[in-house]
């Protein structure tokens, strides 16, 4: 029962008219657990809230699968304005973004004009930009332009899913570059043909690739609420002598806050994905399917209306 809500919530994640209507009506049903505002404005007071409670942030500004030029130069636009506002107000934040919405689909030439017009910002106001990592069929494509990017500017970095079986390989690859990488298991639908269909195989490549990377001496996040893994890599850090300064714990915001206070008390960096803006539906989606028991709160959000 729990795999078929999965499915459904990863496949209405993927509906554009939905998307369409939910941009039109603004945050709701319980989405504002997960989402931080509509705006930067909100995202910045979000920001200071998790700031003084010593998390520092990284600021997604929602948006994916984007098909024209106008709309990726204007998500570029907005990820600009997120960085200038994070160097103004001087707050512990960097930047995640899809290349899906800076024009992936679209043309080579356009993502990698929009990419360079963020990085470039970023470089000037000293701010890092992760490059997330969206589905099986735009992941070879992604790492290669991240590879790209990388050889031209330090202050990128991107993600790798510990569900996909080519992410060894890819890890092995990537090595040269000294990537700062964040390390998940994977949000997307994928066929056993490409990813690992059992969580317990997902699990054990995650522990394997925290372990490559962390021991080559490379920055690693490792993304996850799993508490199995945050020990994992305590443990792993420990019995290395891995400095602390040299990885960082990262989750969702909305999402084990309190434990998020707690990593940080305990000498850890720990770092809140806080995302914003009128594009949530698809991110609430793939939430949901994470977690079916938060269709609680939706049925809530529902019912106060
Ligand atoms: P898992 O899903 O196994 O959950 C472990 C435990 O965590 C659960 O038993 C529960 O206690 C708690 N938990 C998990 N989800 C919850 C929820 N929604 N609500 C409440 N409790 C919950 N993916 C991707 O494909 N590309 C990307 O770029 C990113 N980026 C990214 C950034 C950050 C900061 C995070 C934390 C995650 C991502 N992800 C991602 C998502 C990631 O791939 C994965 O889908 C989720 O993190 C869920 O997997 P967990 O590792 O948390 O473990």
């Given at each position: 029962?729990?795999?078929?809500?999965?499915?459904?919530?990863?496949?209405?994640?993927?509906?554009?008219?939905?998307?369409?209507?939910?941009?039109?009506?603004?945050?709701?049903?319980?989405?504002?657990?997960?989402?931080?505002?509509?705006?930067?404005?909100?995202?910045?007071?979000?920001?200071?809230?998790?700031?003084?409670?010593?998390?520092?942030?990284?600021?997604?500004?929602?948006?994916?699968?984007?098909?024209?030029?106008?709309?990726?130069?204007?998500?570029?636009?907005?990820?600009?304005?997120?960085?200038?506002?994070?160097?103004?107000?001087?707050?512990?934040?960097?930047?995640?973004?899809?290349?899906?919405s800076m024009g992936l689909d679209i043309s080579d030439e356009l993502v990698m004009r929009n990419m360079r017009r963020i990085l470039n910002s970023a470089k000037e106001n000293n701010v890092f930009v992760t490059i997330d990592m969206e589905d099986y069929s735009r992941c070879g494509k992604t790492?290669?332009?991240?590879?790209?990017?990388?050889?031209?500017?330090?202050?990128?970095?991107?993600?790798?899913?510990?569900?996909?079986?080519?992410?060894?390989?890819?890890?092995?690859?990537?090595?040269?570059?000294?990537?700062?990488?964040?390390?998940?298991?994977?949000?997307?639908?994928?066929?056993?043909?490409?990813?690992?269909?059992?969580?317990?195989?997902?699990?054990?490549?995650?522990?394997?690739?925290?372990?490559?990377?962390?021991?080559?001496?490379?920055?690693?996040?490792?993304?996850?609420?799993?508490?199995?893994?945050?020990?994992?890599?305590?443990?792993?850090?420990?019995?290395?002598?891995?400095?602390?300064?040299?990885?960082?714990?990262?989750?969702?915001?909305?999402?084990?806050?309190?434990?998020?206070?707690?990593?940080?008390?305990?000498?850890?960096?720990?770092?809140?994905?806080?995302?914003?803006?009128?594009?949530?539906?698809?991110?609430?989606?793939?939430?949901?399917a994470e977690r079916p028991a938060n269709v609680a709160f939706v049925l809530r959000g529902v019912l106060k209306k």
């Amino acid at each position: 029962m729990e795999q078929v809500m999965r499915d459904s919530f990863l496949f209405l994640s993927k509906n554009k008219a939905m998307t369409k209507l939910a941009k039109k009506y603004g945050l709701r049903f319980g989405a504002s657990r997960f989402v931080a505002g509509e705006n930067v404005k909100l995202a910045m007071k979000a920001i200071r809230d998790l700031n003084n409670k010593d998390l520092s942030v990284t600021l997604d500004y929602l948006g994916e699968f984007v098909d024209n030029e106008r709309e990726a130069n204007e998500m570029a636009d907005n990820c600009i304005e997120a960085i200038e506002a994070i160097s103004r107000e001087g707050v512990d934040a960097q930047v995640s973004l899809k290349m899906t919405s800076m024009g992936l689909d679209i043309s080579d030439e356009l993502v990698m004009r929009n990419m360079r017009r963020i990085l470039n910002s970023a470089k000037e106001n000293n701010v890092f930009v992760t490059i997330d990592m969206e589905d099986y069929s735009r992941c070879g494509k992604t790492i290669d332009i991240f590879k790209q990017l990388k050889s031209e500017y330090d202050n990128v970095g991107t993600v790798i899913q510990a569900y996909l079986y080519r992410t060894e390989q890819d890890m092995q690859e990537l090595n040269e570059y000294s990537p700062n990488l964040r390390l998940v298991k994977g949000a997307y639908k994928e066929s056993p043909e490409v990813a690992f269909p059992e969580k317990k195989d997902v699990d054990e490549n995650f522990k394997k690739i925290i372990k490559m990377h962390m021991l080559n001496g490379n920055y690693t996040a490792i993304a996850t609420h799993d508490e199995h893994i945050i020990q994992y890599t305590r443990r792993l850090a420990w019995e290395h002598n891995i400095p602390h300064d040299q990885f960082e714990f990262q989750m969702l915001y909305g999402i084990r806050s309190e434990r998020q206070e707690e990593i940080a008390k305990e000498g850890y960096k720990m770092r809140v994905y806080v995302p914003y803006g009128t594009d949530w539906y698809g991110y609430f989606m793939r939430r949901l399917a994470e977690r079916p028991a938060n269709v609680a709160f939706v049925l809530r959000g529902v019912l106060k209306k």
